[in-house]
């Protein structure tokens, strides 16, 4: 996430072991950041990730608090409001997370599903 505000390029050696996990998390934070936007290039184990103005999009958090956390922090850096579903999941690792980013000043709202 922060590849996409840095300058030029930022590229992530060695992200194959990533892959290996329960899911592809690799591949499942690069699908989420494109919908907002992020212009990234992939090898099985680099990630190169380019300056990128990213915009609010609706994320699927995949029921994994890594990729949910990893998207609050795109969406509170994009244009536009995101939607992020499995927002629970922060608490996984992170119990107060909403409250936390709250703190700092991040405008969060919990909907209610339908």
């Known amino acids: 996430v922060l590849g996409c505000k840095a300058k030029g390029k930022t590229v ?3 992200i194959s072991a990533c892959r290996l996990k ?3 998390r690799a591949k499942s934070i690069m699908a989420e950041l494109t919908k907002m936007g992020a212009k990234l290039e992939e090898t099985n184990d680099t ?3 380019h300056h ?3 915009k609010g999009a609706f994320i699927d958090g995949r029921h994994d608090h890594r990729i949910v956390m990893a998207s609050s922090v795109a969406a509170m ?3 536009g409001p995101s939607v992020i579903t499995d927002a629970e999941f922060a608490a996984v690792s992170f119990p107060n997370y909403y409250e936390s980013m709250k703190a700092l000043g991040a405008s969060i709202d919990r909907l209610q599903s339908v």
């Open 77 to 79: 850096i994009a244009e």
């Open 47 to 49: 990630l190169t990730i």
């Open 12 to 14: 992530l050696y060695n």
């Open 52 to 54: 990128s103005d990213l």
């Open 22 to 24: 329960e899911t592809d």
